[in-house]
């Protein structure tokens, strides 16, 4: 969408363009306030509308000509599809979305995320008691979600939002919004998040660390988390068997998705080299991996391709997701940006892999037409389908 011209936007893209760069210009909170509200009343009549392909076309032109705005908007969007405001039987009230990420990595299997109705219960009553303010009321997603299974538009983040909220106060039970994705096969880091929906009278505490704990301090974020992890490790350690878990901080939608993100990103390497080693018995000293930064017009991921050291075949691979403009600009370094092929390949070598090469440009993110495996680089700059020795013993996979 680079190419699109302003007149050739839709006229309510055309107003998001308008009231997006009008809120980037502005000078003062009291200017910010009212740009916002314009801005906010426009995005909303678009997600109700389900015309969420008009936002990604604004989002798309900004995109390519003006990252300011372009990160304005997506704020915005965000804070309106993961927040809303309702009213019912006389009283207004704040919803919010949020997640509470569970990372996990294994030599073996991850789980589903199926639930027990005892586990949900269980799991409810402690983000009651750890992690939202008292008074709140909660409704959730029954059962741990992967990444695939959330929503893919804000569109759909707004009506997650929407329909917990209401279950939430009571005024519909309706259950309809998972995507119908499985889990997602053979991947050894991933996550799993408690969603929910945490709802309170308008204007009032959220969480339990916005609560006074005496007249000059507030309860401890840190304690709210230290408790949730303890209590959600014994309620879904049968879960987890097999598996090195860390629970996250509970928080709202969009900033979990993105943490959750980056810290499965040195997992997922880490999972891989352990379970070649393994599965297919290469030490870290038999293995070479290529680094490429893979995307349309700029890099949005950065595939490593493992191989042995005597050959050119790609035997597996991880996708290292670009989560900033920083980490996207790395290839042109300026002073605070991260060049992640270097984090990457630092990484590799803690683990043994001392054969770690990096090809320069930028490769297009192929996948297989057949089964829609992504392809990942080999030594040789060629992007192919990872294929494992035919002695790798796969066993280990069905480990429960």
Excluded at 279 to 298: E, K, N, Q
Excluded at 347 to 368: A, N, Q, T, W
Aim: proline letters at 6%; a negative charge; hydrophobic letters at 40%.
């Amino acid at each position: 969408m680079s190419a699109t011209s302003p007149s050739r936007l839709s006229r309510d893209a055309q107003r998001l363009l308008n009231l997006t760069e009008a809120l980037a210009r502005s000078g003062s909170r009291l200017e910010d306030i009212y740009w916002e509200g314009l801005l906010g009343a426009q995005l909303n009549k678009l997600l109700l509308a389900k015309k969420n392909k008009t936002v990604e076309t604004a989002l798309d032109h900004l995109l390519a000509s003006d990252i300011n705005a372009y990160e304005i908007l997506v704020e915005q969007a965000e804070t309106l599809s993961e927040s809303t405001t309702l009213a019912h039987a006389g009283a207004e009230y704040d919803a919010l979305l949020f997640s509470a990420p569970i990372v996990a990595w294994t030599r073996y299997q991850l789980p589903s995320g199926d639930l027990t109705p005892d586990q949900l219960a269980a799991l409810a009553a402690q983000v009651q008691a750890c992690i939202s303010a008292p008074d709140a009321q909660l409704a959730f997603i029954p059962k741990l979600v992967n990444f695939d299974q959330m929503p893919q538009t804000f569109q759909e983040t707004r009506a997650w939002t929407q329909g917990l909220a209401q279950q939430a106060l009571g005024i519909s039970a309706e259950q309809h919004f998972l995507h119908a994705q499985d889990n997602p096969e053979g991947l050894l880091a991933d996550a799993r998040f408690v969603v929910g929906v945490v709802v309170v009278p308008k204007g009032q505490a959220l969480f339990r660390w916005q609560l006074k704990q005496d007249a000059n301090t507030f309860v401890s974020r840190q304690q709210c988390h230290s408790d949730w992890a303890e209590g959600g490790a014994a309620i879904l350690s049968s879960q987890f068997t097999g598996c090195h878990v860390e629970f996250l901080q509970p928080d709202a939608y969009y900033v979990n998705s993105r943490e959750a993100d980056r810290r499965i990103r040195p997992l997922a390497l880490k999972a891989a080299v352990t379970w070649l080693q393994t599965a297919a018995g290469l030490s870290g000293g038999d293995l070479r991996a290529v680094i490429a930064g893979c995307g349309d017009a700029a890099i949005e991921e950065y595939r490593i391709g493992f191989s042995t050291r005597q050959g050119n075949e790609v035997i597996y691979g991880c996708i290292w997701p670009v989560l900033s403009k920083e980490e996207a600009a790395s290839d042109g370094l300026e002073a605070g940006h991260v060049d992640v092929p270097d984090e990457i390949a630092a990484l590799l070598k803690e683990m043994g892999v001392s054969d770690v090469r990096r090809l320069p440009g930028i490769y297009p993110p192929e996948f297989c037409d057949d089964c829609g495996a992504p392809y990942f680089p080999n030594p040789i700059g060629e992007m192919l389908h990872p294929e494992l020795p035919e002695e790798t013993d796969l066993t280990p996979l069905h480990f429960h």
